[in-house]
């Protein structure tokens, strides 16, 4: 078949070397060309590529080509030859981090380290502040108030009475988003209001992952109704600031980036020097002291390894 016939597609679930491509003639199932896999490592390929495929009648396929990301979020993953790089999700358009107000309380600091991913990796977030029914909405804000300033949107959401669930369909309307958040935050029923069922189909598909984790590994994006498609990343525990360095950290914290010019040595830690243009602006009120707390733990290497997102 010549490059004139290929299709173009997206890739929406992976599946022990099976890939499903959504393309204008509808969904193929297809294995990747040989030609493709000499030489390659685990981020040749994931969910959200854009792919170029030989259809067949049958509705199957190979799969020719993979066109360049614009962006991509990757993790560190174990391998039998060291730690690799691994893309999770390519070309995502946003990342949302899906934390509850209360039942379980927001865990901020691991929503910051997110943050800080999501800055490394040049992925836009947003935050979708869940199950608000449950909080007086005033200090549901008092809560997740450090990060609107700083250009992160902050969504407020409830499954339970609807609340926040039109804005949501904006924000994800026509996008890829990724969706990340912590056990028990709600994301089943929050994506079951958004699009009824929708989140009972990605439970299934994350469990099914989850049971045959060592012999199978399965990804997905569904599609919404309204346009656009959510890839649910459950399991994120080994996705840390692996290629981070501890004085470059500062440069992702959106309001730390402009002090650190000011501090008086070029070296500064943001500890106890003197003249540090960033312990001035705590005092100041000008930086939060928590989101200040977060920057310190992960300096000094306290990222939480042990939690689970899922």
């Known amino acids: 078949m010549a490059d004139k016939d290929w299709v173009s597609g997206w890739v929406v679930q992976y599946r022990s070397g099976f890939y499903t491509i959504e393309t204008r003639r509808g969904r193929y199932t297809c294995r ?15 969910i959200g590529d854009q792919v170029k495929i030989s259809a ?64 490394k990796q040049g992925l836009p977030a947003l935050i979708v502040a869940n199950k608000i029914d449950l909080l007086p909405l005033e200090q549901a804000h008092a809560l997740f108030s450090p990060y609107p300033p700083l250009g992160y949107p902050v969504i407020y959401t409830s499954a339970h009475t609807g609340l926040g669930i039109p804005e949501l369909h904006t924000h994800l309307k026509n996008k890829i988003t990724g969706l990340i958040g912590p056990s028990g935050v709600g994301k089943t ?64 914290f959106p309001e730390l980036r402009p002090l650190v010019a000011h501090c ?39 990222e939480e390894q042990n939690e689970r997102t899922n």
């Open 56 to 119: 067949f009648e049958d509705g199957t396929g190979a799969i020719e080509a993979i066109l360049p990301r614009r962006n991509t979020l990757v993790r560190l993953s174990p391998s039998p030859r060291g730690d690799e790089v691994q893309a999770l999700l390519a070309n995502p358009d946003q990342i949302a981090l899906v934390f509850a107000c209360k039942h379980p309380d927001p865990h901020l600091r691991m929503l910051d380290r997110f943050l800080v991913i999501c800055e």
């Open 189 to 252: 029923s929050l994506l079951n209001t958004l699009q009824p069922g929708l989140g009972l189909e990605v439970r299934s598909i994350s469990e099914g992952g989850q049971r045959g984790l060592h012999t199978t590994v399965m990804r997905a994006m569904f599609p919404l109704d309204a346009g656009g498609y959510v890839a649910d990343l459950p399991g994120l525990r080994s996705v840390g600031l692996w290629d981070i360095q501890p004085e470059e950290l500062d440069g992702y």
């Open 264 to 302: 008086q040595y070029s070296d500064c830690t943001h500890r106890e020097e003197p003249g540090c243009a960033v312990q001035q602006a705590v005092q100041n009120g000008q930086v939060s002291p928590a989101r200040y707390d977060s920057y310190l733990r992960l300096r000094a290497g306290e």
């Open 32 to 46: 990747l060309r040989g030609r493709l896999k000499r030489g390659a490592g685990p981020d040749l390929i994931t």
